[in-house]
């Protein structure tokens, strides 16, 4: 089992930055791609980054390209996803994933989840 805590959400204002923090604990020796989804009322919850396990991979959807930066240190356990420009649109809970055998970056193949951290962006 892996259990994934995330932090670093909260307000912030059209154009500025976030970094969201993940850190796993558990049976982290395990190799897992890891993989940040979000979600906004009302609406299915989505892909927004996602790094394998050595972190030479990365993966971004088209709405966060050249904005998002997703990394990750496996001696601190921790994935991070640095956010620039942000906009209204980025509102959203934000949860941090470990996937062990990846096949894909559909949320209903992840096989573990964080509670999410919310971030409001306001214009």
């Known amino acids: 089992q892996v259990q994934l805590a995330e932090s670093g959400g909260g307000l912030v204002q059209a154009g500025g930055s976030l970094r969201l923090s993940c850190a796993a604990s558990g049976r982290t020796s395990s190799r897992y791609y890891m993989a940040w989804f979000r979600q906004a009322p009302g609406k299915e919850r989505e892909f927004a980054a996602g790094i394998s396990w050595s972190g030479g991979s990365t993966y971004y959807a088209d709405s966060v390209k050249g904005r998002f930066t997703i990394s990750r240190d496996n001696v601190k356990n921790t994935a991070y996803l640095q956010m620039n420009s942000l906009k209204p649109e980025d509102t959203a809970v934000y949860y941090c994933?470990?996937?062990?055998?990846?096949?894909?970056?559909?949320?209903?193949?992840?096989?573990?989840w964080g509670k999410g951290t919310l971030v409001t962006v306001s214009s």
């Open positions: 994933a470990a996937d062990v055998i990846h096949t894909g970056w559909d949320y209903r193949g992840m096989d573990y």
